[in-house]
């Protein structure tokens, strides 16, 4: 067995087993993270059916409403209770709008017609009738107030004007159920509707001709479409993947996220803020799915960011304009409803001029050198850039195998390593002793029992790809060395069994390994031909 390297004089430092491959981690930031697991979900009590979507009021207090069997709920985002309930739908309820000013709801339904009712009262103001068959898609603008943008599975989509109750526009061109869409932060007169033809068409309702200005093929049908806050961009969602599209660039494609396991069924636009760890004003894409699973996505750096589980499969989401409350709903008709908690502004009212600091502030005590913290001030403060830093040694802390390496007694340093049956450790003391020249003088000095030790280590761990370079060659001096020893000892005998078993099955494992690749070799070299 060679022994090349020079050995090292008295270790100070404890011995270290070779780095492993770095392991593929989730690239999500602990500050973020942290961010997003403030919004810690609280299932509501189960509703009628499933939660077929979620809608935040612009308006402050940012209620949010569900639609749910014939039913439309109103919750509070404060208590995230419900507050109000309107039910006056002949059947089941798709999806809803508020307003800008928060003060009407337009909601659509199976039965093909939309209703606007006020929030307050719950009346319900217009009947808007033109779609033959349900409604899946109801929009109002971003600052629009007398404009609705609808869709239907009858593959029309519809611009309504709401005071008088008839439709302003009849926009045809998708094939197939019109089943999202969303309006256009840049522009009132522009909006994005996504179909289950596979394909997103960007509207303008100026263009007289009603066809679209724009056309994209997501590839699968789209479950959902938004305007991300640019307005240049917007991220569809169809089968297991969300896709980002630069509409000022031609409707070119930017980036595919394939991280869902299933169907992807609604997505949202969230905001992030500076207590998690990032500068203010960065928008994340959540996206939610039939595996169970929200994802945040960071468009940004087109990563991942964070992810969360839940019992049940997700059909909607949704988050505050304001960042304050996060809303998911199921199939099951659970809300999962988390509100972050919000850093309480304290000391913000009038101040007297003869008063220094905020009312009701009490007043700080001066440290005195009478104090035992006067002489203990300062010790927990962060170092400020430019100051100068003095670090205490950290005390290094040896295991028994190291201190006998100190102390040069490297028998007894291999054995207490065997005895500690962490083969990493073992290895490394291997690797040592093979710096030092002393391995194979070790192991001509072992005990039978001792030796026992060695064999059985060989015989678990030669076999395995990390560690076979150095053991199966430490296994043969060792069977040359200690032949007569093996010979005379049954329970040596058995290690060396043990040994060759594992030998015999790994040679029988690369032997079936090199068959395989003979028969898929041929086939991808025909494929990658054609």
Known sequence: MAEEQQPSVGRAFPVKPKLKPPSKKSSSTPEESKYWKSFKPHPTQALISSITSLS?????????????????????????????????????????SFRSDGRLLAAGSYSGVVQVFDVKSRTSLRHLRGHSRPVHLVRYPRHDKLHL??????????????????????????????????????????????????????????????????????????????????????ATAGASSVKIWDVIGGGKLLYS?????KTVTSICVGKIGKDSGEEAQQYRILSVSLDGYMKVFDYAKFKITHSMRFPSPLLSVGFSPDCSTRVIGTSNGIIYAGRRKMKENVGLG???????????????????????????????????????LIMRPKKVKLAEHDKL?????????????????????????????????????????????????????????????RYAGLL???????????????????????HIRNLKRSVEEEIRIQQSLQEIQGIISPLLRIAGRR
């Open 405 to 465: 390496l100190k102390k040069f007694r490297h028998k007894e340093a291999l054995v207490s390593a065997l005895r500690c049956k962490n083969p990493e450790s073992v290895v490394a003391v291997m690797e040592e002793l093979v710096a030092r020249k002393k391995l194979l003088r070790c192991v001509s000095n072992l005990e039978t029992e001792e030796l026992g030790l060695l064999l059985g280590f060989l015989a678990r761990y030669s076999t395995m790809p």
């Open 472 to 494: 199966m060659r430490l296994a043969l001096k060792v069977l040359e060395m200690r032949a007569e020893d093996v010979r005379n000892s049954d329970l040596l005998k058995s």
């Open 257 to 261: 996220m394939e991280s869902h396991n």
């Open 350 to 388: 009038l101040r007297d001029p003869g008063v220094l600091g905020p009312i009701g502030e009490p007043p700080k005590r001066v440290l005195r050198p009478s104090y035992f913290r006067y002489f203990h001030r300062g010790q927990n403060e962060k170092p400020s850039e430019g100051d100068f």
């Open 56 to 96: 935040f009021s612009p308006s402050s207090p940012h209620d949010f409403a569900a639609t749910h069997s014939a039913t439309v709920t109103i919750f509070s985002a404060q208590t995230l209770e419900p507050k109000s309930t309107i039910s006056g739908f002949s059947d089941t309820t798709t999806s809803a």
């Open 149 to 234: 943008f609808t869709g239907g599975d009858d593959a029309v989509v519809k611009y309504w004007d709401v005071v008088s109750g008839t439709s302003y526009l009849e926009l045809l061109g998708h094939k197939d159920y019109v089943r999202c869409g969303d309006g256009s932060p840049a522009r009132d007169d522009m909006f994005v509707t996504g179909s289950y033809d596979h394909s997103i068409r960007v509207w303008d309702v100026r263009v007289s001709s009603g066809s679209s200005v724009m056309e994209l093929n997501h590839g699968k049908p789209v479950e959902d479409v938004v305007f991300l806050p640019s307005g240049g961009l917007i």
